[in-house]
């Protein structure tokens, strides 16, 4: 069979198995962001469920319940003082989420589809990798992004490009291993290009990732008493 075939074939069982095999994820999740000298450790876990909701539990460094969705219709509560910050306008939402993604069957974009990205070329590279090119018109998104897949069909690496093909970004995904009926990579590595001399690190390292489990958190909802929050005076508790 060839590298292109195979490449298809494990496409298509790939992308078959997802929406009907599981219905929701779950995983604690530890991020350290490296800029310079400075370390900064967020750990939280979340609930992703297939009809696009999810839940984060954030621990560390500010402690909050965040629920959104795929079209970014969003809460977040704050449990120690009872407020609600409310925002409809898409700043967060389960589209940013890996683990959604995966969820959702999404493996053959990462989501980017999602962003208003489409797909401008697939080619085949070394060592039978197949890389696929995205391109948006959004002036607000980077131009170009670009998806390396494996033999096996699982995304190694993405990139975002600049109009003359300059990277931005890029994300390693590496430490798969079968959740449910659906490899996922435990650990992400993205770098970030601020200049030519400087970079910001962010290694995202998954954890518990459980397939289909009855945990209460996936039903979780803002108390209906929760306080509107007043951001004139406080813009401390995002922080």
Do not use: W
């Not at 530890?30 to 370390?39: D, I, L, P």
């Not at 990139?159 to 079968?178: F, M, P, R, S």
């Amino acid at each position: 069979m060839s590298n292109s075939l195979r490449v298809i074939v494990l496409a298509l069982l790939l992308l078959s198995v997802p929406a009907a095999a599981q219905r929701r994820l779950s995983a604690d999740v530890e991020v350290k962001t490296v800029a310079g000298r400075s370390v900064v450790t967020t750990t939280k876990s979340v609930y992703c469920a297939n009809n696009g909701r999810l839940v984060v539990c954030n621990y560390k460094p500010v402690e909050y319940t965040m629920v959104t969705n795929i079209n970014g219709e969003t809460k977040i509560y704050f449990k120690k003082t009872k407020e609600v910050l409310v925002d409809n306008q898409g700043m967060m939402s389960s589209k940013d989420e890996l683990l959604a993604l995966f969820l959702l069957g999404r493996i053959e974009d990462l989501g980017v589809g999602l962003f208003g990205y489409r797909l401008q070329k697939t080619e085949y590279v070394d060592d039978g990798l197949m890389k696929k090119t995205f391109k948006c018109m959004d002036p607000n998104m980077p131009p170009y992004t670009e998806i390396v897949y494996g033999k096996d069909y699982l995304p190694i690496y993405s990139a975002t490009l600049t109009e003359d093909g300059h990277v931005q970004t890029k994300v390693y995904y590496t430490q798969y291993k079968t959740v449910g009926y659906v490899p996922f990579p435990h650990r992400l590595t993205q770098i970030s290009y601020n200049s030519p001399t400087d970079s910001t690190v962010v290694r995202t390292v998954y954890s518990n990732v459980v397939a289909d489990s009855d945990d209460t958190m996936f039903d979780f909802q803002v108390p209906a008493d929760a306080v509107p929050m007043d951001l004139s005076g406080n813009t401390q508790k995002l922080r």
